[in-house]
């Protein structure tokens, strides 16, 4: 089945403790992306790539890391944990942008930071 | 002004009805997506428009550039399209901007 599978779904975690939140499709695509939640701001691109080895920047950067060693897999990296980045967090993949293909979503990770 | 306006921000309909929702932007785009997002939390892409119109089943999405505008219509109206329908543009470097999503509900 055609998916793309984040890991953890739900994840409590304290100030300051570094964290990975893994992302990972089966469809070959070259375009992965990460995006967060929150109520009434909606979604917000955190950063993209266009393949391996290939990171760009989204809207709301600060405070996250990744990296794209593999076409398959794409984690998100809170290297210092902060209040402010308790969300709902997306990732999603898709052919390259302009090739007519939309995006398949992952289910979600629900971070909370204490 | 955000660069994503989408109206209206809740619809309630009764089954059977025709349903419109609109989004407008203020920048270039290459592309445009409507997501549907249901109440467990999951995202799945509707459609991707560049120009024109595409219809999957009861949905059609149609898209003016011109005008910068497009719009979701989902024909004959079921409960089980009760979901957050949220549009989103794609600009030059595939980043993505997101409107702040309708919420709609159909009632039996």
């Known amino acids: 089945e055609a998916q793309v599978t984040q890991n953890p779904r739900y994840l409590i975690t304290v100030t300051g403790k570094k964290l990975t939140v893994t992302c990972s499709q089966n469809m070959n695509h070259e375009y992965m992306s990460w995006y967060r939640q929150d109520p009434g701001l909606g979604l917000r691109q955190i950063y993209y790539?266009?393949?391996?080895?290939?990171?760009d920047k989204g809207d709301v950067p600060e405070g996250y890391k990744v990296s794209r060693k593999e076409k398959r897999n794409f984690p998100l990296i809170l290297e210092s944990p902060s209040p402010n980045q308790t969300s709902l967090y997306f990732c999603?993949?898709?052919?390259?942008?302009?090739?007519?293909?939309?995006?398949?979503f992952g289910s979600g990770t629900r971070l909370t930071v204490v | 002004k955000n660069e994503v306006e989408q109206s209206p921000q809740n619809l309630t309909a009764q089954e059977g009805e025709f349903i419109t929702i609109n989004c407008s932007y203020s920048v270039g785009i290459s592309a445009l997506h409507w997501l549907q997002q249901h109440p467990g939390g999951g995202i799945v892409s509707l459609f991707m428009l560049s120009s024109g119109k595409k219809k999957h089943g009861r949905l059609i999405a149609t898209i003016n550039i011109q005008e910068k505008h497009s719009s979701l219509h989902i024909t004959a109206s079921h409960p089980r399209d009760s979901a957050v329908y949220i549009c989103a543009v794609e600009t030059s470097g595939s980043r993505l901007t997101f409107g702040e999503g309708t919420q709609l509900t159909v009632n039996p």
């Open positions: 790539s266009m393949n391996v080895e290939v990171t």
């Open positions: 999603a993949s898709g052919t390259r942008p302009g090739q007519g293909g939309g995006y398949t």
